[in-house]
């Protein structure tokens, strides 16, 4: 029963009363209106109705009228408290307790409450400690399976808002062999510099929408219950937000996702983008994703290898070829679609972007299709992470990869099929390319998925790279320094400054 008091004072301030408890595990002061209202415990039965005494030297301790001491009974009488010295002296005495003679209720000074519960001294501190540690543990296992990272602010200047929207497919593709039907539409998410954000729903990472984590289940494997509070995430975007209105046009940024993503994945890059003056747009093509959702309510899941094996007969290869071909095509329907946009007196977007300066990333098998497109448009820029090389021959990907590229690479990419691929291709390029290799990173970490869940780090699926708080903008950062060269005009030394500064990036030309 030792040592759980440290002061107990009650003292009247003219009418004002402080009572102040500082026990081992809580303190409680409060300021009471008269000097009759004395705070009240939980855990007794019944209110002192006589003088109290202390049990210890058996000396009144207190000089009052009948009071409500400790549970409320009945309006309090008027009277006027004060501890004698006998109680100062021996509060901290072995035998703490005040003993009521008239009701033979003691109180032992030792009980302390915590989240509603009493917890007698008999119990002993290392069983308190040890379900107090029980509880801590429960809730640092649940921040740790259900984080909410928000998105860091981007360093651009500009506030960024969000819009989705829905492009005409106008040649869905055929597949035999399988039970789908491309659909006619494509969805589009956008982001760009905005204006006057306040009033605006900030848009959380992922929709809320069970259609999704229902997708990511099947795409990761993992339950969907470790993805549902990912919409309680805060991003930087503000849906709907009025684009900015200055003199400036944006340069465009098309992102190519890599097979089975979505373009939320890729939210950080966007914002980084957006915030920098860029309009950025995410394809998000049905059957290629991990999940498409459009406002009639159809559903499209990722096909994975069922798409493959139901193309025409052939190779590997032929089909990367004839899927990339396909694909690519979205790209040409989007910049359509954004000229008309950009002509339509009536957009929101109005004469707003720059429709000669578009860039395109690609990740993974997004970085296939940049590929792939850029063999009939010379001169795109492209930033290019662990893209497929698969499907092309030594002499078309030294013709692609002749216009300006960022070729960014994880460890794991550089050891397949595609290091291979790459150290065949000719040094001499019509343009100055880049060569970022980054240690300790996986190729799904340029996907954001070491934010979907810790588990993934836990079991090998990321690299040890995206561990630190400022890994995803240094990626961002990179893509960024690239295209502000090319599409800005500004100096590229800000990327070697960049790599300079990062011990896991390791920047070349070739």
């Not at 099929?417 to 790459?422: A, P, T, W």
Request: glycine content about 10%.
């Amino acid at each position: 029963m030792g040592g759980c008091i440290t002061s107990a004072i009650v003292v009247d301030f003219g009418g004002r009363t402080t009572v102040d408890v500082q026990r081992g595990f809580i303190s409680v002061q409060r300021l009471f209106p008269r000097a009759a209202d004395i705070a009240t415990w939980r855990g007794l039965r019944q209110p002192c109705v006589l003088t109290w005494f202390c049990q210890h030297c058996d000396r009144r301790c207190f000089s009052a009228h009948c009071v409500q001491c400790f549970i409320p009974a009945s309006p309090p009488a008027e009277g006027k408290l004060a501890f004698s010295r006998c109680c100062l002296s021996c509060i901290t005495s072995p035998n703490r307790s005040w003993y009521n003679l008239e009701s033979r209720y003691c109180l032992d000074l030792c009980d302390f409450f915590w989240g509603g519960a009493i917890l007698k001294s008999k119990v002993g501190y290392s069983t308190v400690y040890a379900i107090l540690g029980i509880l801590l543990g429960a809730l640092a296992l649940l921040n740790y399976l259900f984080p909410l990272n928000h998105m860091p602010s981007p360093d651009g200047p500009h506030s960024v808002g969000f819009r989705s929207f829905e492009v005409t497919n106008p040649e869905p593709i055929g597949v035999s062999g399988i039970d789908y039907s491309d659909s006619a539409k494509i969805r589009l998410d956008i982001w760009y510099p905005a204006d006057g954000v306040s009033g605006y729903e900030r848009k959380g990472w992922i929709n809320n929408d069970p259609i999704i984590f229902e997708g990511f289940e099947v795409m990761t494997g993992y339950p969907k219950a470790l993805f549902e509070h990912l919409y309680k995430v805060r991003t930087n975007s503000f849906i709907g937000a009025p684009p900015l209105r200055d003199s400036s046009s944006w340069p465009i940024v098309i992102l190519l996702l890599g097979w089975s993503s979505i373009s939320e994945l890729h939210t950080s890059l966007a914002e980084s983008l957006a915030s920098s003056g860029y309009l950025v747009v995410g394809i998000e093509h049905p059957g290629a994703c991990a999940v498409v959702t459009f406002s009639d309510g159809s559903v499209y899941y990722f096909l994975g290898n069922d798409l493959l094996d139901g193309l025409l007969e052939g190779t590997r290869e032929n089909k990367l070829r004839l899927l990339s071909e396909y694909l690519s095509r979205d790209i040409d329907y989007v910049i359509e679609f954004l000229k008309e946009m950009n002509e339509d007196p009536h957009s929101d977007f109005f004469e707003r972007l720059n429709m000669e300066g578009i860039g395109l990333y690609g990740h993974s098998g997004g970085g296939c299709v940049a590929i792939r497109y850029s063999l009939s448009n010379e001169g795109v820029p492209m930033v290019l992470a662990d893209p497929t090389l698969e499907g092309f021959t030594i002499e078309e990907l030294g013709s692609g990869l002749s216009n300006p590229v960022l070729l960014m690479t994880s460890s794991e990419w550089e050891s397949g099929v595609n290091g291979r691929f790459l150290s065949k291709i000719s040094e001499a390029s019509a343009k100055q390319n880049y060569y970022l290799s980054i240690s300790g990173m996986r190729h799904v970490d340029f996907a954001m998925v070491r934010n979907l869940s810790p588990l993934t780090y836990f079991f090998g699926e990321t690299g040890k790279f995206m561990n630190s708080k400022d890994a995803m903008n240094r990626l961002d950062s990179a893509v960024k320094f690239f295209f502000d060269s090319i599409l800005f005009g500004r100096s590229v030394e800000e990327l070697f400054k960049l790599s300079d500064s990062v011990p896991e990036f390791s920047l070349s030309k070739y």
